[in-house]
């Protein structure tokens, strides 16, 4: 780890902190509900080299420790300390500074995040093996196989250089070198963290090539962890950097709001303590101050900024259910904002977040936001990943399901690490990496089983049908959304139920317009992978969607009008059903508006040149011959079985549709007389074809065959849309 100074790049430290922003103040309650990484001073950091078994030098480390493992062996801590000491002693930071404060700074954030004592033992020696003469066998041999392993992670975290040529690559192979266990990126987090506390001394192009890579890669890694401390730390440190106007700014604003006489917060926090203590339910009442970016982003969306808009109000209870109880008392006995209420409880964030978020409105007009969680919420908020303990300890209940959630492994992270495997280069991947971390808000949907899928605002179809099959979502031909029918192309919204209809096919092909509508690295890099495997059928398809939209121009898909089309079929003509009409000496034909079919219930008319046009009785033309005046007709079906008939099938576009769908109609003994293909619209299409059958009675098989072809949804005899006039 480069060893920046301590000096720090932002204006007015807290006496006697680790440089950094100001915090944004508000009146302070005994507990503390922001992790405060900044509190402890270099002094503590140091502290006299004591040859006990715990040195002073890590007291601070030990106590925070403590104070989520009261029952942890911290033996490993000090040894670790001990060998970190000598190993790096004669090295210094660039601010002068003994090297030794950098990874004690660092495993005290950790240690304040609630790390498990292997992740701590790691952090303490992190750039042993890089810096100094220590060796991983040497740490295996001493602390274990796992905190080799992790030390090792950190060690080749090391070696990216964000900034290099070799970026894509250097980082794609860190995620498959630390990917797997999130402790290492949890280390690399603090440890960034606190060099970016200690940038002061660098060139001012080299604090902004180092901010510019923790604004685009470390801090939605951070927010994709959980580790809301770490993430709102470095975003106020990066906004000091990169943007110190703005930053003084918003530092002007909380400074003017915290000399205020009045505090809305305040007098909002003390009416709901009233109102939870009249309602029996034990609540700790906390102020959360706005950290500066999150000031920053409240002023640019609502200008002038109110007291209500500098920070929130946090309740923390002890059970899932008091969230609820809490909930229905402040909005029985205080005004909500009922737009504002969020549920992340019964449906968490991908991030592992879980809170009720609901507002309360004030005489004056100033809206409350009210955060209601439980304190093991809480922790998780803060700390995500990081506060879930050892993922190698055996888990004290077992789930009622047997499965047990490996917290190492975040939904995110898995696919992740799923799509990196699958992406045909590093560059491509890199790009896709950073589109997907700009993508800084979820919704959820759920499938019909219950599950849900975590996906980026504005995914549709395609995406979901990735991320739940994965490449197998090849076979997928369509969607229904909320139950309705839907196209592969439909964005879907937070809450939509989804079920994904597959084709049988195994051999089944995604289609090149699905690249247009797929928002995920997981669609977009599954698609992109089969078309560049399969370069003859994705030219195919290609041709193919050329053809059909030149057939489809020249060959309009307009049902003729009973009266006004082209003749109707001679009834006695071979290969139509014969009928016999109550008119003797008429000639007698089948209207094409219709194609009526034996068993179909049918009626004539009389019309110019002694002729009788035969309709089925639901036809709309049958009710307007009527209104004319024209002369019904008896008619009957006759013994004659060959039949006409026109059917419309309605399905999604998909390669070789057409030609999957004429080969199960002949496969039915169906001769196809004619037929249209109306241009795609959404990705669905409408096929109309009039076929000829040797017998009606296969009219049943032939829709049912239809109907089974991959991609089509409805099988329907055509039914022509009344015409005016």
């Known amino acids: 780890m480069s060893a920046e100074a301590t000096n720090s790049v932002t204006p007015g430290p807290l006496p006697g902190a680790v440089s950094g922003p100001v915090t944004p103040t ?15 001073g270099r002094a503590a950091l140091l502290g006299p080299a004591a040859r006990g078994r715990l040195p002073d030098a890590i007291s601070h480390v030990v106590d925070a420790h403590r104070a989520h493992h009261p029952d942890a062996d911290l033996e490993p801590l ?55 003469d220590v060796t991983l066998d040497q740490v295996r041999d001493q602390f274990g196989e796992e905190v080799r392993y992790l030390v090792d992670g950190v060690t080749k975290l090391e070696k990216v250089d964000y900034g290099a040529a070799a970026e894509p690559e250097t980082f794609r192979k860190m995620l498959v070198a ?81 000399a205020r006489t009045d505090d809305p917060l305040a007098e909002v926090a003390d009416e709901v303590r009233a109102v939870l203590r009249e309602a029996d339910i034990p609540a700790e009442v906390l102020i959360r101050p706005r950290h500066f970016v999150s000031v920053h982003r409240v002023s640019r969306k609502r200008g002038r900024l109110r007291g209500s808009d500098f920070g929130r109000v946090l309740v923390l209870v002890n059970e899932d259910a008091d969230c609820y109880g809490v909930l ?51 922790k998780v908020a803060e700390a995500g990943v990081v506060a879930l303990g050892n993922p190698y300890a055996p ?57 849900t899928l975590g996906l980026p605002e504005g995914a549709t179809c395609v995406d979901a049908a990735y991320a739940q099959y994965g490449e197998d979502a090849h076979a997928c031909i369509g969607a229904r959304v909320n139950g309705r029918l839907a196209t592969l192309s439909t964005v879907l919204k937070d809450g939509d139920t989804v079920q994904l209809l597959m084709g049988q096919d195994a051999a089944s092909e995604p289609s090149r317009e699905w690249l247009e509508h797929a928002h995920t ?29 030149e057939r489809t121009a020249l060959r309009p898909a307009d049902v003729p009008d009973a009266d006004t089309a082209a003749p109707e079929q001679p009834a006695d003509r071979p290969g139509t059903g014969h009928v016999l009409a109550d008119l003797p000496g008429a000639t007698v034909r089948l209207a094409r508006c219709c194609t009526p079919v034996p068993p179909d219930e049918i009626t004539g008319f009389a019309v110019r040149g002694g002729a009788v046009t035969v309709h089925r009785v639901e036809c709309p033309a049958v009710a ?14 006759g013994e004659a079985a060959e039949c006409r008939v026109t059917l419309t099938a309605e399905s999604f576009v998909r390669p070789h549709l057409l030609a999957d769908l004429t080969e199960a109609m002949a496969s039915e003994g169906a001769e196809i007389v004619s037929a249209t293909v109306e241009p795609p619209t959404q990705q669905q299409v ?37 015409q005016n006039g």
């Open 686 to 722: 409408r096929h109309t074809y009039t076929v000829q059958l040797p017998d009606a009675s296969h009219l049943p098989a032939l829709m049912r065959a239809m109907r089974e072809v991959a991609g089509v949804y409805d099988v329907s005899r055509a039914q022509p849309q009344p």
């Open 178 to 258: 630390t990917g797997n266990d999130v402790r290492v990126m949890s280390i690399k987090l603090a440890d960034r963290l606190h060099n970016m506390r200690t940038l002061g001394v660098m060139r001012p192009e080299k604090q902004e090539r180092i901010a510019k890579v923790t604004r685009d890669v470390l801090i939605p890694l951070a927010e994709r962890l959980g580790v809301q401390a770490l993430k709102t730390e470095l975003e106020d440190l990066v906004f000091a950097i990169l943007h110190p106007e703005e930053y003084a700014h918003t530092r002007e604003l909380i400074v003017r709001n915290a």
């Open 395 to 451: 888990a004290p209940d077992d789930p009622a399901d047997g499965e047990r959630v490996d917290p190492t492994r975040p939904g995110w992270l898995s696919r992740l690490l799923d799509w990196q495997e699958a992406a045909p280069d590093p560059d491509h991947f890199w790009s896709t990496l950073r589109e997907d971390l700009a993508q800084d808000r979820e919704i959820t949907v759920f499938r019909p089983d219950g599950g």
């Open 624 to 637: 307007r011959m009527k209104d004319g005046g024209r002369t019904e007709v008896g008619v009957r079906w």
């Open 26 to 40: 508000a009146p302070r309650r005994k507990a503390r509900p922001r992790i405060d990484l900044r509190r402890l």
């Open 78 to 132: 000090r040894h670790a300390y001990v060998l970190a000491e000598s190993s790096h002693r004669g090295q210094m930071r660039k601010s002068g500074e003994p090297y030794i404060t950098h990874p004690l700074a660092v495993t005290l954030i950790l240690a304040e995040l609630g790390a498990e004592t292997t992740t701590l033992t790691a952090s303490l020696l992190h750039d042993t093996v890089e810096d100094t």
């Open 328 to 378: 229905g008392e402040l909005h029985t006995c205080m005004t909500p904002v009922v737009s504002e209420f969020k549920d992340f409880i019964a449906v968490p964030k991908f991030n592992l977040y879980q809170s009720l978020h609901t507002a309360v409105a004030r005489e004056d007009g100033q809206v409350v936001e009210v955060l209601i969680r439980t304190h093991q919420m809480h």
């Open 521 to 549: 690295p997981a669609a977009r890099i599954a698609i992109q992978r089969w078309l560049a495997a399969h370069p003859a059928q994705a030219e195919s398809q290609h041709s193919e969607a050329r053809t059909t939209e």
